[in-house]
T-cell receptor, first 122, second 107 residues
Framework: EMQLVEFGGGLVQPGGSLRLSCAAS????????MSWVRQAPGKGLEWVAN????????NYVDSVKGRFTISRDNAKNSLYLEMNSLRAEDAAVYYC???????????????WGQGTLTAVSS | DIQMTQSPSSLSASVGDRVTITCRAS??????LNWYQQKPGKAPILLIY???TLQGGVPSRFSGIGSGTEFTLTISSLQPEDFATYYC?????????FGQGTKLEMK
């Protein structure tokens, strides 16, 4: 059974750091792009970052560039999001999602984890 | 960045109704458009990708159509489990962007 499980969220002060992890199982993790998508309380979905199968390409939404770093360890079937200089507006549920990529059909987020909540407050 | 705009933002309907949600892109995204359903406290579920391809396991009452800048999601006959929030998302370019969501409520 395909599964994505996020962990590492919690309460952090503004300016602080947090590292999110996502453990993948039930599929060939190294064969897929992976993404982080977040959702602030009561708000819509916002894509945060993605990473290519071998980690050679990474993309970020402008609001997190220079503060967040996405990475992966294919040997451990794990995806990470290092978050630094956290702001109040970064508070959200963070989901990891599998992102199959096909020229004809584009990409989509076909499997999601249950999410991990990050709160930013003093 | 490509902006995605959904309409309506909220919608009241009854079981058995036919419901249509529209998503407009600020640029031509060809057919690189996906639809998701999200229920409170749960992760989103992919319904449709590439504008009209039904994701495996999704009931056939869900359908999508469109190309370029205008897309629609239709639920042919609403079931009780369909009351949720629906999002469109473009995959034409980075950053991936979502519509603001359409909340489908029971009338």
């Amino acid at each position: 059974e395909m599964q994505l499980v996020e962990f590492g969220g919690g309460l952090v002060q503004p300016g602080g750091s947090l590292r999110l992890s996502c453990a993948a199982s039930g599929f060939s993790f190294s064969s897929y792009w992976m993404s982080w998508v977040r959702q602030a309380p009561g708000k819509g979905l916002e894509w945060v970052a993605n990473i290519k199968q071998d980690g050679s390409e990474k993309n970020y939404v402008d609001s997190v560039k220079g503060r967040f770093t996405i990475s992966r360890d294919n040997a451990k079937n794990s995806l990470y999001l290092e978050m630094n200089s956290l702001r109040a507006e970064d508070a959200a549920v963070y989901y990891c999602a599998r992102e199959p990529n096909d020229f004809w059909t584009g990409t989509r987020f076909d499997y999601w984890g249950q999410g991990t909540l990050t709160a930013v407050s003093s | 960045d490509i902006q995605m705009t959904q309409s309506p933002s909220s919608l009241s309907a009854s079981v058995g109704d036919r419901v249509t949600i529209t998503c407009r892109a600020s640029h031509n995204i060809i057919n690189y458009l996906n639809w998701y359903q999200q229920k409170p406290g749960k992760a989103p579920i992919l319904l449709i990708y590439a504008a009209s391809t039904l994701q495996g396991g999704v009931p056939s009452r869900f359908s999508g159509i469109g190309s370029g800048t205008e897309f629609t999601l239709t639920i042919s006959s609403l079931q009780p489990e369909d009351f949720a929030t629906y999002y469109c998302q473009q995959s034409y370019s980075s950053p991936r962007t979502f519509g603001q969501g359409t909340k489908l409520e029971m009338k």
